[in-house]
């Protein structure tokens, strides 16, 4: 689809984005209507005791940021993984650098390619307490695992989402949230970001699906580019 195109439709994305988005602002100068709101919330989840490892993985900026809004007591030698260059980024706001950034948006991939990296040592995964643990499947029976819950989503009741020519979806629980109140529409195009929201999505009975090549804001507009809308 051409820009000239897609302007005038509408979309939905799943979660509220900055002022400085580049989604954002790649909308608007396209003269794209834009809805962004989360259909889910976190609260912290507090822990008391963290498990000495080799490595700490991250799947998402939230379990980031709980993470280390406890001050956890870590070792010096501690070895940072990351599904994407987006949470790299916000990692380093807090002093850390990733040994580890996966790349593309295939989960089953990012976690075969950290396998390799860390052979037999062990991962401590922050995460939401329903985290469907994709990465943590994947890997070897060499590996030691520590599950860390530090937040928990809740899925919010009170929204309308009004209809929306593309839908982007940012993870399974705003799917769960969007499909309690709201059914896909078959001239809606949906976006999902990473493979775990695409099979929650073929679970509603969504098979047209795209993904982007990279998390990132840029790669989530080039996946918008690909719709195809019949006239």
């Known amino acids: 689809m051409t820009l000239q195109e897609l302007s005038g439709k509408t979309i939905f994305f799943s979660r509220k984005l900055k002022a400085d988005s580049q989604f954002k602002k790649l909308a608007k100068e396209n003269k794209i209507q834009l809805i962004d709101e989360s259909l ?3 609260n912290e989840i507090r822990f008391s005791f963290t498990p000495k490892t080799d490595w700490i993985f991250f799947s998402s900026k939230n379990a980031i940021k709980y993470f280390f809004s406890q001050n956890p007591e870590l070792h010096s030698q501690i070895k940072f993984g990351v599904m994407s260059q987006v949470s790299a980024a916000y990692l380093l706001k807090f002093g850390k650098i990733a040994q580890f950034i996966g790349e593309g ?4 991939a990012i976690s075969k ?4 990296l860390i052979k037999d ?3 401590l995964f922050p995460q939401a307490i329903d985290s469907l643990k994709t990465i943590q499947k994947h890997l070897s029976f060499i590996n030691t695992c520590y599950n860390l819950f530090v937040y928990k989503t809740t899925i919010k009741t009170n929204f309308t989402i009004p209809y929306c020519d593309i839908l982007i979806f940012t993870s399974p629980s705003n799917v769960n ?6 059914k896909v529409e078959t001239d809606q195009r949906v976006i999902a970001i990473g493979t775990s929201t695409k099979q929650k999505l073929s679970d509603y009975g969504i098979r047209d699906v795209l993904m982007p090549d990279q998390f990132s804001e840029e790669g989530l507009f080039d996946a918008v580019l690909k719709t195809e809308f019949t006239n």
């Open 40 to 42: 889910i919330c976190t």
């Open 105 to 108: 948006v295939d989960l089953a």
């Open 113 to 116: 390619e950290f396998g390799k």
């Open 121 to 123: 040592e062990s991962v």
């Open 177 to 182: 949230a969007y499909f309690n109140k709201h």
